[in-house]
Nanobody
Framework: QLQLVESGGGLVQAGDSLRLSCAVSGLTSTTYAMGWFRQAPGKEREFVGGIIRSDSTAYYPDSVRGRFTISRDKAKNVVYLQMNSLKPEDTAVYYC??????????????WGQGTQVTVSS
């Protein structure tokens, strides 16, 4: 049974950085392609980046490209989301997901419980 546990969320100020972690258990993190999503109150769950299984190439939507970076620590079986230059509109619950490639949440069968990120102005 694949389990994903996010951590690292919190309250920060605009312009700050934050690194989220997604600990993978049940299988090695390199077995699956991974994605990060976020959901703000009253909004749809939004894709913020993904990492491909084979060579750990990461890809991002325009909304976060250049500010967010996804990486993988194979030894620790953890996937990270580094977020820089945070803005109040980045406030959301952030989720990691596994088993899919692409920006559609329906492609990912495995999800973590989410971690809250709040960016104050």
């Amino acid at each position: 049974q694949l389990q994903l546990v996010e951590s690292g969320g919190g309250l920060v100020q605009a312009g700050d950085s934050l690194r989220l972690s997604c600990a993978v258990s049940g299988l090695t993190s390199t077995t699956y392609a991974m994605g990060w999503f976020r959901q703000a109150p009253g909004k749809e769950r939004e894709f913020v980046g993904g990492i491909i299984r084979s060579d750990s190439t990461a890809y991002y939507p325009d909304s976060v490209r250049g500010r967010f970076t996804i990486s993988r620590d194979k030894a620790k079986n953890v996937v990270y989301l580094q977020m820089n230059s945070l803005k109040p509109e980045d406030t959301a619950v952030y989720y990691c997901a596994a088993g899919g490639v692409g920006s559609s949440k329906s492609l990912y069968p495995y999800w973590g419980q989410g971690t809250q990120v709040t960016v104050s102005s």
